[in-house]
């Protein structure tokens, strides 16, 4: 049985929509090929935004919901895509981390691709 399911953080709001998605999505992707389970706003929720209404995509609309998700967590896995370290839901996420004192760690980007090629 397996015991939960990790937190897959990265940013949103500094870097390209469309790049976001794909790499975060191949994250996540390459974490379930590897028995490794992750949540992720940007792969599992950031699709609901186009039905949501424009005045409800902000941080303070969309953190309240990711922080719920984030609750139950085994631990936060840090996406480290270009522009982490100015992303806001990463610095809350990672303060919540420290209050917390959950377990975390980074994923540098690229390395899936370097390490182990493409997924498909």
């Known amino acids: 049985m397996h015991q939960g399911y990790w937190y897959l953080a990265s940013p949103f709001d500094k870097i390209d929509k ?13 974490l379930l090929d590897n ?15 186009k039905y949501l209404p424009k005045e409800k995509l902000t941080h303070e609309f969309m953190l309240p919901y990711d922080a719920s998700l984030l609750a139950p967590a085994v631990g936060i896995i840090f996406f480290l895509l270009p522009g982490w370290k100015d992303s806001i839901g ?17 994923l540098p980007y690229g390395w899936i691709l370097d390490k182990y090629g493409s997924l498909y």
């Open 18 to 30: 469309k790049v976001a998605r794909d790499e975060v999505e191949r994250a996540a992707a390459w």
């Open 35 to 49: 028995n490794i389970y992750a949540w992720s706003p940007i792969a599992h929720s950031a699709s609901l935004e």
């Open 90 to 106: 990463m610095k809350a996420e990672f303060d919540c981390c420290i209050a917390t004192r959950r377990p975390f760690f980074g």
